[in-house]
C-alpha cells in the first residue's frame, strides 16, 4: 500500500504549491514543504498555532517563526542550492506513515556536483520541535562552507511582525527572540546543530538571523552529515521562552535524530492505528483518503486544551489564520470518531471563546452569542466588512460575512451537541458547553423577526452557506439549525436538571429564566423552508426561484476578470441560481431522517448542476448526500476531488485579488466523512446505536475503519457481502 508522496524534479512554478503539499505539522506548529535553502520568496514558513499580530491596519495573521532549519551549501565560492545550480535530480517526498519529510537533489554547479539528501519532522513527541538530518557529498574534493541556522527574515502576508530583533549564543544553541508589534509576544526559536566533521565554525549575525558558516575541506565522495535540532516557544507557552528554547534544542540533540525519530515514529504509528481507513480495490482512492488524513492528523491541536484549526490549517498566513464554521461542520466528526479528545479540544476553543461571541452580538445589537466569522486567539472576528478587494477598482468591497453569516452561532451550538452525544459523556456541558448552547439559543431569539401577517417568525437579511447570496431571507439552512439550536438548548436544559444545583446557578448566572418562553414559542414559530407538495424542491432563501435560471459555464463566461469575485452586489452569480457550494444540500445531509429519499433526489438533481463548487467545502456534501440517495457512482467524482484538493493543488487561489491558497482541512474532513459517514453509511443514534448501511462504489471491495462512540472504540468491516461491527478489546 502507497504511503510515499513524491515529485520529481524541480518544478519551479509549483514551489508555493509543494510548500503545501508537503507540508509537516504536530498542531502546534506547521512547516512547509520548502526546501532547506529557500527563504521568504520561496513562501517558507513555520506557522505557530493560535498566536496573532497586527501590522498597522492590515489583516491580523498568526506568525511565521523565524525559521531555524535554513541551510545552505557553498564549495569553492560557489553557492550549490536548487535555484542557482544545474538541476540533475531531484525528488520531494512525504512518508505520510510517519510524517516525515524527504528530498534528494543532485546538483551541478561549474566546478563540481553535490549530492544532497535531507529528512525532516515536526517532532509528535514534543511540540516545541523540529528535527532534521542533512547530509551531502561532492564528486570533487572542495573547499566547503556549510551556512545553517536560524533565518529570521520571514515571509509574511500581512506583516512584518517583528518589531525586534535580538540574537543569543548559549553554549552549543543559537537562539533569534523576536517580540511582535501589536501584543508584545516575544517568539523564540532556537537551533543546535552537530556534524560529523570537525570544522572551523563562525558565528555570523546578519540579515535578522543568526548562522554558524562551518568551514572544512571535503573529501570527494565522502558523506557529510548535519543533525539540527530546532525548537520553538512563545511567551504565550511559558514566561521565560528563551531559556526553554535554548535548553531544549540543546537537549534534543543529545538525545540524538535516531532517537527523537523513533519516539515520533511510534506516536505516528498510535495515530493511525486509531484513524486509518482501509479500501480494497481502488488505489488511488486509498491513496487521497490517507493524505487527507495525514493532513488532518498532522494540524490536529493536542499540545493544549482548548484550540482550534484554521481554514488553512498550518500551511500560512491565507485566511488569517482563522477559524470558520470548517471546524465544527467538517472537521469536527474526524476527530470525534478517531480521537475524542482532539474533538473536544476544538470545542474547548469555542467555550474559551463565548466572550468574543457575546460582545459581537452585543455590537450588533443581540443578546446571547454571535460567533466570530473569522474567530482568532479571543474569539473576535477578524472578517473585515471589506474582505474582498475589487479586481477592477482594486477598492475593497462590502461584504456582509461578518454581520450576515449568523448561521455560524448553530454551527458552534451543533459542534458541542456532536461531541456529548458521541462521547457520552456531559463533562462538555458541564465545562461551558450548555453555556454556550444556551446563549447560542438566546441570539437567535433576540435575531429573529416576528412576522404578523404570516402570524410566525423569520430570520431576516442573513447569508447562507452560499455566500453569493448577500442579505437574503430565510436561508432554509439557517432556519432549520436555528430552529434545531433551540431544540438542542432545551434538551440541554432538561439534562441539567438532573443536576439541580448546577441548574439554578446556570440559569441565574445568565439570567435565563425570563428567556425561556421565547425559546419555547420560537421552537414552535420559527418559520422553515420545507420541501414543494409538488416537487420537493427546498427554496434556498425567499425568492431564489425567480432569479436567473442558468448554468455555471454561461455565468463563468461572463466574467471580464477571472479573478473576478462572483458574488456580492454586483456579481455576476448574485441574481442567479448559481450558487458557490452546497446549501440546501448540507441541510438535507444532516438532517437525513427528516426528509423523504424523494425529496433528497430532487434537491441534489435540481441544487447539482447549479453550484460551481467554488468552495472546497462543497465537494464532499454533494458527495455524502449523493450516497444517501443511494448512488454511490454520483458520488465518486466528488469524493475523488475532496480527498485529492491537495494533492494535485486545483483550488481557487484568490478571492477578487485576495491569496487564499494553502492545505484545506475542511475537505479533507470531508474525505473522511464520504468514505465513512457516506459509502460506509455510518449512522450512530442518540442512544449510541451505531449502524451502517453502505454503498460502496463498484471497485471498492472492501472498507474498514475504526471509530470511538461513547468512550468505547468499534472495528467497523464492510464488504459486499456484509458487514461486521465489532469491539476493539484493548490487550
Ligand atoms: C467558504 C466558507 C468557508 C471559508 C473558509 C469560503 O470560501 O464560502 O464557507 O468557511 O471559505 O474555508
Given at each position: 500500500m502507497k504511503w510515499i508522496v513524491g515529485?520529481?524534479?524541480?518544478?519551479?512554478?509549483?514551489?508555493?504549491?509543494?510548500?503545501?503539499?508537503?507540508l509537516v505539522g504536530n498542531g502546534y506548529l506547521g512547516y512547509?514543504?520548502?526546501?532547506?535553502?529557500?527563504?521568504?520568496?520561496?513562501?517558507?514558513?513555520?506557522?505557530?498555532s493560535g498566536i496573532y499580530d497586527q501590522q498597522g491596519t492590515a489583516w491580523r495573521e498568526p506568525i511565521n517563526a523565524p525559521n531555524g532549519m535554513y541551510t545552505k551549501l557553498l564549495a569553492d565560492g560557489e553557492p550549490y542550492d536548487l535555484l542557482s545550480c544545474d538541476v540533475k535530480d531531484h525528488n520531494q517526498q512525504l512518508d505520510m506513515r510517519f510524517a516525515i519529510h524527504l528530498r534528494e537533489s543532485v546538483l551541478s554547479g561549474k566546478n563540481n556536483e553535490v549530492k544532497v539528501k535531507s529528512e525532516r519532522f515536526a517532532s509528535a513527541a514534543d511540540y516545541h520541535l523540529l528535527t532534521m538530518n542533512y547530509s551531502f557529498s561532492f564528486t570533487h574534493s572542495a573547499e566547503v562552507q556549510l551556512i545553517t541556522g536560524i533565518d529570521g527574515d520571514v515571509w509574511d502576508i500581512n506583516g512584518p511582525h517583528f518589531a525586534d530583533y535580538a540574537y543569543h549564543k548559549e553554549g552549543a544553541a543559537l537562539a533569534v527572540e523576536v517580540i511582535t508589534g501589536e501584543l508584545h509576544h516575544h517568539v523564540v526559536t532556537a537551533e543546535t546543530a552537530v556534524m560529523n566533521v570537525e570544522g572551523r565554525q563562525e558565528i555570523i549575525e546578519k540579515d535578522k538571523g543568526i548562522f554558524r558558516k562551518i568551514s572544512f575541506s571535503a573529501k570527494a565522495g565522502k558523506t557529510y552529515t548535519i543533525s539540527k535540532a530546532v525548537?520553538?516557544?512563545?511567551?504565550?507557552d511559558v514566561a521565560d521562552p528563551l531559556t526553554l528554547a535554548l535548553e531544549e534544542s540543546c537537549s534534543a540533540i543529545e538525545r540524538g535524530y535516531d532517537t527523537l525519530k523513533k519516539e515520533h515514529e511510534k506516536i505516528w504509528a498510535d495515530y493511525w492505528e486509531a484513524a486509518d481507513v482501509i479500501i480494497e480495490g481502488d488505489e488511488?482512492?486509498?491513496?487521497?483518503?490517507?493524505?487527507?488524513?495525514?493532513?488532518?492528523?498532522?494540524?490536529?491541536?493536542?499540545?493544549?486544551?482548548?484550540?482550534?484549526i484554521p481554514a488553512r490549517g498550518l500551511s500560512g498566513q491565507t485566511y488569517k489564520g482563522a477559524v470558520f464554521w470548517d471546524t465544527e461542520m467538517f472537521m469536527l466528526p474526524f476527530f470525534l470518531y478517531t480521537d475524542p479528545e482532539v474533538g473536544k479540544n476544538l470545542m474547548n476553543y469555542r467555550i474559551k471563546t463565548l466572550n468574543g461571541a457575546r460582545k459581537k452580538a452585543a455590537e450588533y445589537g443581540f443578546r446571547g452569542a454571535f460567533y466570530a466569522w473569522e474567530s482568532q486567539e479571543n474569539g473576535q472576528d477578524a472578517c473585515s466588512d471589506y474582505n474582498v478587494t475589487d479586481v477592477f477598482t482594486n477598492r475593497p468591497m462590502r461584504t456582509y460575512f461578518r454581520d450576515k453569516q449568523v448561521h455560524i452561532s448553530a454551527d458552534v451550538a451543533y459542534g458541542i451537541w456532536q461531541v456529548y452525544l458521541l462521547t457520552g459523556d456531559r463533562s462538555i456541558l458541564l465545562d461551558g458547553g450548555a453555556e454556550v448552547i444556551l446563549e447560542c439559543a438566546r441570539f437567535y431569539c433576540s435575531f429573529s423577526y416576528y412576522k404578523e401577517e404570516k402570524e410566525r417568525f423569520e430570520l431576516i437579511d442573513v447569508i447562507g452557506p452560499d455566500e453569493y447570496h448577500e442579505r437574503v431571507y430565510n436561508n432554509a439552512y439557517t432556519n432549520k439549525m436555528a430552529v434545531y439550536t433551540i431544540k438542542i438548548a432545551l434538551e440541554t436544559l432538561e439534562l441539567l436538571k438532573e443536576e439541580p444545583n448546577f441548574y439554578e446557578a446556570l440559569i441565574?448566572?445568565?439570567?435565563?429564566?425570563?428567556?425561556?418562553?421565547g425559546i419555547i414559542r420560537l421552537k414552535r414559530m420559527l418559520y422553515v423552508p420545507e420541501p414543494d407538495r409538488k416537487t420537493g424542491l427546498i427554496e434556498q432563501f425567499d425568492g431564489y426561484f425567480n432569479l436567473e435560471d442558468t448554468t455555471v459555464e454561461e455565468v463563468r463566461s461572463r466574467l471580464i476578470n477571472p479573478k473576478e469575485y462572483w458574488g456580492g452586489a454586483y456579481g455576476v452569480a448574485s441574481d442567479t441560481q448559481i450558487i458557490k457550494q452546497a446549501d440546501v444540500v448540507l441541510l438535507l445531509n444532516l438532517f437525513k431522517e427528516e426528509y423523504s429519499q424523494k425529496d433528497k433526489e430532487a434537491n441534489w438533481t435540481y441544487y447539482e448542476p447549479r453550484t460551481e463548487h467554488g468552495s472546497s467545502l462543497s465537494a464532499c456534501i454533494y458527495a455524502m448526500q449523493a450516497c444517501d440517495i443511494g448512488d454511490p457512482e454520483w458520488a465518486y467524482p466528488y469524493f475523488m476531488k475532496t480527498a485529492s484538493v491537495d494533492l494535485t493543488g486545483e483550488s481557487k487561489q484568490f478571492a477578487g485579488t485576495i491569496y487564499i491558497g494553502g492545505t484545506h482541512p475542511a475537505a479533507n474532513g470531508g474525505a473522511w466523512m464520504t468514505a465513512v459517514l457516506g459509502f460506509g453509511g455510518l449512522k450512530v443514534n442518540e442512544a449510541g446505536i451505531i449502524t451502517v448501511d453502505p454503498v460502496l462504489p463498484e471497485k471498492?471491495?472492501?472498507?474498514?475503519?475504526k471509530i470511538f462512540v461513547k468512550g468505547q472504540q468499534y472495528k467497523v468491516e464492510i464488504s459486499k457481502q456484509g458487514s461486521e461491527i465489532m469491539k476493539v478489546v484493548k490487550s
Open positions: 515529485e520529481k524534479n524541480l518544478q519551479q512554478e509549483k514551489i508555493v504549491d509543494f510548500g503545501n503539499k508537503f512547509r514543504g520548502t526546501m532547506e535553502e529557500y527563504g521568504k520568496k520561496e513562501f517558507t514558513a513555520c506557522i505557530l525548537v520553538v516557544y512563545t511567551s504565550e488511488e482512492a486509498q491513496f487521497a483518503l490517507r493524505y487527507s488524513i495525514y493532513q488532518l492528523l498532522s494540524i490536529a491541536p493536542r499540545h493544549t486544551q482548548a484550540a482550534s441565574d448566572k445568565l439570567n435565563y429564566q425570563e428567556d425561556l418562553e471498492w471491495q472492501k472498507l474498514s475503519f
